[in-house]
């Protein structure tokens, strides 16, 4: 059975920092490339930043680029989100995505709360 668990979200302060971890289990991780997403109350999902299956390609949204790090262990089968000077803007629930081929699979979301 496919299992991807998001976890590490929370309150922070703006200019803060916050590490989103993503666990995935059921299916050929080395294989997927991983997403991150997030959506905000009455806001359509984004795409934040995805990684190639191996690690070696990463890209960005705009507003999220010397921000935002993303990262995998494929040995632990985890994708990783570094998230830095966070604004309140960037407060969502954020979702982890993993595809390949026509292979999708989700998450259940983080909550990620930026405010003073």
């Known amino acids: 059975q496919v299992l991807v668990e998001e976890s590490g979200g929370g309150l922070v302060q703006p200019g803060g920092s916050l590490r989103l971890s993503c666990a995935a289990s059921g299916f050929t991780f080395n294989y997927y490339a991983m997403t991150w997403y997030r959506q905000a109350p009455e806001k359509e999902r984004e795409l934040v930043a995805t990684i190639s299956a191996r690690g070696g390609t990463t890209n960005y949204a705009d507003s999220m680029k010397g921000r935002f790090i993303i990262s995998r262990d494929n040995a632990k089968n985890t994708v990783y989100l570094q998230m830095n000077s966070l604004k309140p803007d960037d407060s969502a629930v954020y979702y982890c995505?993993?595809?390949?081929?026509?292979?999708?699979?989700w998450g259940q979301g983080t909550q990620v709360t930026v405010s003073s």
């Open positions: 995505n993993g595809k390949w081929l026509g292979f999708e699979y």
